[in-house]
């Protein structure tokens, strides 16, 4: 099976600039998270979509991250204005929403560095 | 308060050695439990999962882990570690209350030397 591809790959801006990702998970995976992983950490959720309803974005910085998923499928995280601090690498991840907890499958990244 | 530790920033190790990570959490009921691998410049790829059942569990690429319930612990174990192993680790845990969150390790990076 294809498996959750995101692009870019790489993007540099400078602050206050505008910038947005794009994920397209696994066909039949309803559940579609974005994480952001800063250098050394651990992925940290933003956001998470089931089908094209927001189920948490409790951790999403709302006054300058928005993210959606119009169809269910597809999705986009933007952020506007960004800071120093958004140099991360924001990763998509996507899952069947069964109820044996089925893993995420992870895209391989858009590394965000901002100037 | 509620977490995921992975005590070890990083780790080095020789290639034919054994390897053992470890991951504490930190919750009120037992969680699933996930280790996860990552590539430079790459996603993370699931290694194993353990639910519920057998408490060692095995997984991909000759890696396997054991749940102890008594010491709140997910430690992954390897008995030959090989260049390519060489990655960062997370380990992960979903809440049977949370629908599908997980929460992540702030991960170890293995450093294997030949």
Do not use: M
Not at chain 1, 61 to 72: H, Q, T, V, W, Y
Not at chain 2, 6 to 32: F, K, M, W
């Amino acid at each position: 099976e294809a498996g959750v591809a995101q692009s870019p790959r790489y993007k540099i801006i400078e602050k206050r600039q505008s910038v947005a990702f794009w994920c397209n998970p696994i066909s039949g995976h309803a559940t579609l998270y974005w994480y952001q992983q800063i250098l050394g950490q651990g992925p940290k959720l933003l956001i998470q979509f089931q089908n094209n309803g927001v189920v948490d974005d409790s951790q999403l910085p709302k006054d300058r991250f928005s993210a959606e998923r119009l169809k269910g499928v597809d999705s986009t995280l933007k952020i506007q204005p960004a800071k120093l601090e958004d140099s991360a690498v924001y990763l998509c991840a996507s899952s069947l929403p069964d109820r044996v907890y089925s893993p995420l499958h992870f895209g391989n990244g858009t590394r965000l560095t901002v100037t | 308060a509620q977490s995921v530790t992975q005590p070890d920033i990083h780790i080095t190790v020789s290639e034919g050695a054994s390897l053992e990570l470890r991951c504490n959490y930190s919750y009120g009921a037992t969680p699933y439990l996930f280790w996860y691998v990552q590539s430079p410049g790459q996603g993370l790829q699931l290694l194993l999962k353990y639910f519920s059942g057998d408490t060692l569990v095995q997984g991909i690429k000759g890696f396997e882990a054991e749940f102890k319930r008594s010491q709140s612990s997910f430690n992954l174990r390897k008995p030959s570690v090989h260049w390519s192993d060489a990655a960062e680790y997370f380990c992960a845990v979903a809440l049977p209350d949370n629908f599908n969150k997980f929460y992540f390790g702030s991960g170890t990076k293995l450093n294997v030397k030949p």
